[in-house]
């Protein structure tokens, strides 16, 4: 919130750049310079950042972006100048769950993509998403395919799920795909 400094707001953007050009044409490059410089004077209050230094540091070294609502967080994206052990996992997963749990959060989504945030305690749970495919070929395909891919995915979080130590009424409910 009011709290992160403006000069946060463009390392997020070279961290941001920098860890999706490890990914090549996979990577979620959809946000660009200008959306990082306007989260500073609009978003602002709806953020969670973690950064870390070095002992002495100015700049952070490591940081991640997360979003807030309400009692919900959502992490999002991260990124660091160096690699450093653990950093990621301190920076994404370890520091905001203990800041949820010091503020109250209830709900912490950590995001998508990675089994490893099972190993972290998070359930798999389906999310929702929304494309319109102009070239006639593609939607073909989808059309004809995304009941298919959806059962496959819903298949996979189930089966992820039920490796989990935790049962009981913490288990998501089973993710229905949209059809």
Same mark, same amino acid.
């Given at each position: 919130?009011?709290?992160?400094?403006?000069?946060? $707001?463009?390392?997020?953007?070279?961290?941001?750049?920098?860890?999706?050009?490890?990914?090549?044409?996979? +990577?979620?490059? @959809?946000?660009?310079?200008? @959306?990082?410089?306007?989260?500073?004077?609009? $978003?602002?209050?709806?953020?969670?950042?973690?950064? +870390?230094?070095?002992?002495?540091?100015?700049?952070?070294? !490591?940081?991640? @972006?997360?979003?807030?609502?309400?009692?919900?967080?959502?992490?999002?994206?991260?990124?660091?100048?160096?690699?450093?052990?653990?950093?990621?996992?301190?920076?994404?997963?370890?520091?905001?769950? &203990?800041?949820? /749990? &010091?503020?109250?959060?209830?709900? $912490?989504?950590?995001?998508?993509?990675?089994?490893?945030?099972?190993?972290?305690?998070?359930?798999?749970?389906?999310?929702?998403?929304?494309?319109? @495919?102009?070239?006639?070929?593609?939607?073909?395909?989808?059309? #004809?395919?995304?009941? &298919?891919?959806?059962? !496959? &995915?819903?298949?996979? /979080?189930?089966?992820?799920?039920? #490796?989990? %130590?935790?049962?009981? %009424?913490?288990?998501?409910?089973?993710?229905? %795909?949209?059809?």
């Amino acid at each position: 919130g009011e709290q992160i400094p403006r000069s946060f $707001f463009p390392v997020l953007y070279d961290y941001y750049k920098k860890t999706n050009d490890q990914f090549g044409p996979w +990577a979620a490059k @959809f946000l660009n310079r200008r @959306f990082f410089q306007g989260l500073y004077p609009n $978003f602002r209050e709806r953020l969670l950042i973690m950064a +870390a230094f070095d002992e002495g540091g100015k700049r952070p070294m !490591g940081m991640s @972006f997360l979003l807030k609502k309400g009692e919900s967080i959502i992490g999002r994206y991260w990124g660091s100048s160096r690699w450093a052990d653990s950093l990621h996992f301190d920076a994404c997963y370890y520091s905001p769950i &203990e800041w949820a /749990i &010091e503020n109250g959060v209830k709900r $912490f989504d950590p995001g998508a993509g990675s089994p490893h945030k099972l190993r972290r305690g998070f359930f798999a749970v389906g999310n929702y998403s929304l494309h319109k @495919f102009r070239d006639p070929v593609l939607r073909n395909i989808m059309e #004809t395919y995304v009941g &298919e891919i959806n059962r !496959g &995915e819903s298949d996979r /979080i189930r089966d992820m799920n039920h #490796t989990l %130590p935790l049962k009981g %009424p913490y288990m998501p409910k089973e993710f229905v %795909p949209f059809r």
